[in-house]
């Protein structure tokens, strides 16, 4: 046995000199153009920080963002509330449960938003008279009411498959050993397979909800002042393309935020899974 | 039901012609961006898997910028964006001509920026979960870097990425309804075209909804065809 020298234990070799590869050169290049981008957008946005435009929009902005952010949220918890019969007739046992709400489930997930939207605002059209002889012509009528209904729907769809598969994801061993410790079925389920199906759930869920946010921007197109109908509406007027940029980069802010407080919450909601 | 037959039927007085023109403008549109968008993505996931940070971090902004922008707002960006900056670029050298930009190229675009940021993500989950032997075993039969990636690591990670990439073409396909917003003439524009001139929205945007259902359980077929092929060497195990 060697004794162990204490000052060549210290000595480590001198880090292999970084040399200029082609992906190093590559890299450099790409991040550099992104700096000029993002330096000459940032100049840019900020020389117009105190334009005409700006003055005369910016109120607009903010109220289009406050819609969108009410589009979004009222049409989330709608969907959330409707996902959980869904998800439940959807893993029935019995067919004339299971069948129907496929189908359901199926027809939002295959079809484009925007042809769902479509359909419920300009197809309600079609059934003017029955809708008005049940007193229901009113909610078709108005965009919104329309978009926050064709929206739930939508959401409610893949919300229901988030959380049947995040149910599922559930070993079966959790049934059983809560089935052995007594407890009855609803306990087990809301206090066992519940929070740790939400585990699960947790990403997808908030995958759903950055979809929302840019799903959203389809509202503009029945009419609906959102974030994108105001962007819209201000470059119609003064065909200043900074309009579209301003939209950008705030749809970018929120989804970005919501991105990282998302990855926050998961962190913490999963700290006890670390090692 | 008659009426609507004859609403639906071809030639005089019907608008089948119409909407299937339309769904051919749709599966063109998502066809000729599929190869667009697998081929950028498939570049930028290379990037994202390169030990270089540098190139990982500018890979990662695009794929941040083009995963946060709402696709419509991105189609928008193209289209006013690229038709702008011709026009300032046409007035520079001193042409005076007012430029269009075509729908249907801008859609590409926009849709092959998005559907690559999110394909560079499938990609990337492939690659990892490629073992290093893999890339080792081509080194130890004497293959370039890019025979292993050719013969040895690209049908694996076909294979791996595919489920993936079968629900972003998907995804692609609803895409390009969005197309219609800035004036090309897909199957959403045409039935809402017929959906004005004959006062039957309900029948036009539904068939329009059943339209893209049986587009999107065609490629359900097609894809599990292919993931089959793409499995043909897991059956020997």
């Not at chain 1, 605002?121 to 009528?141: D, K, T």
């Not at chain 2, 599929?34 to 990037?47: E, K, M, Q, T």
């Not at chain 2, 038709?83 to 042409?95: A, F, H, P, W």
Request: hydrophobic share 50%; proline share 4%; aromatic share 14%.
């Amino acid at each position: 046995m060697i004794a162990a020298n204490p000052a060549a234990e210290l000595k480590r070799p001198p880090a292999p000199p970084r040399r200029w590869t082609n992906a190093r050169i590559l890299g450099h290049v790409l991040m550099a153009l992104w700096i000029v981008s993002g330096a000459s957008l940032v100049y840019y946005l900020g020389s117009n920080v105190a334009s005409p435009f700006v003055l005369k929009y910016w109120p607009n902005y903010i109220d289009g963002f406050l819609v969108t952010l009410q589009i979004v949220s009222l049409s989330l918890l709608i969907g959330a509330l409707l996902s959980l019969p869904i998800a439940a007739a959807r893993s029935s046992r019995w067919i004339i449960f299971s069948a129907p709400v496929y189908g359901y489930v199926y027809f939002f997930r295959g079809t484009p938003l925007l042809a769902q939207t479509f359909l419920i605002y300009y197809g309600a059209g079609s059934f003017r008279e029955e809708l008005e002889s049940v007193g229901l012509w009113f909610f078709f009528r108005e965009a919104w009411y329309c978009v926050i209904f064709a929206f739930a729907l939508n959401t409610s769809a893949y919300q229901a498959e988030i959380l049947r598969g995040a149910i599922q994801n559930v070993p079966k061993g959790q049934w059983e050993g809560a089935e052995a410790l007594g407890l009855s079925r609803p306990v087990t389920f809301f206090k066992v397979i519940l929070p740790q199906a939400m585990m699960v759930a947790l990403r997808p869920y908030g995958n759903e909800i950055i979809l929302m946010i840019k799903g959203s921007a389809i509202a503009s197109i029945v009419t609906i002042y959102d974030l994108m109908g105001e962007t819209r509406r201000a470059y119609s007027r003064s065909y200043d393309f900074q309009a579209y940029i301003w939209a950008a980069v705030l749809y970018l802010i929120i989804v970005e935020i919501l991105r990282r407080v998302w990855d926050k919450i998961e962190l913490r909601l999963t700290r006890h899974l670390k090692r | 039901m008659n009426e609507a037959l004859t609403l639906l039927s071809f030639g005089e007085g019907g608008w089948g012609d119409t909407i299937a023109f339309g769904i051919l403008v749709t599966v063109s549109l998502a066809i000729a961006t599929l190869p667009f968008g697998l081929f950028l993505g498939f570049v930028i996931a290379l990037a994202k898997n390169s030990s270089e940070p540098s190139l990982r971090l500018a890979a990662n902004i695009y794929t941040t910028i083009f995963r946060g922008l709402p696709e419509l707002l991105t189609l928008f960006l193209v289209y006013f964006g690229v038709q702008i900056g011709i026009q300032y670029g046409l007035t520079m050298i001193g042409v005076e001509t007012y430029v269009e930009v075509n729908s249907f190229v801008a859609g590409m675009v926009a849709l092959a920026f998005v559907f690559s940021s999110y394909a560079s993500e499938a990609f990337l989950s492939a690659f990892r979960g490629i073992p290093d032997g893999q890339y080792e075993g081509g080194k130890a039969l004497g293959m370039s870097r890019f025979k292993t990636m050719r013969f040895i690591v690209l049908p694996q990670l076909i294979r791996l990425a595919l489920p993936a990439l079968g629900n972003l073409w998907l995804i692609l396909l609803k895409e390009t309804s969005l197309v219609s917003v800035i004036g090309l003439a897909d199957l959403v524009r045409e039935s809402g075209i017929a959906a004005r001139v004959t006062k039957e929205p309900f029948l036009f945007f539904g068939i329009a909804c059943l339209v893209y259902l049986v587009l999107a359980m065609i490629s359900s077929a097609g894809l599990s065809r292919v993931e089959r092929w793409a499995k043909r060497g897991e059956a020997a195990r």
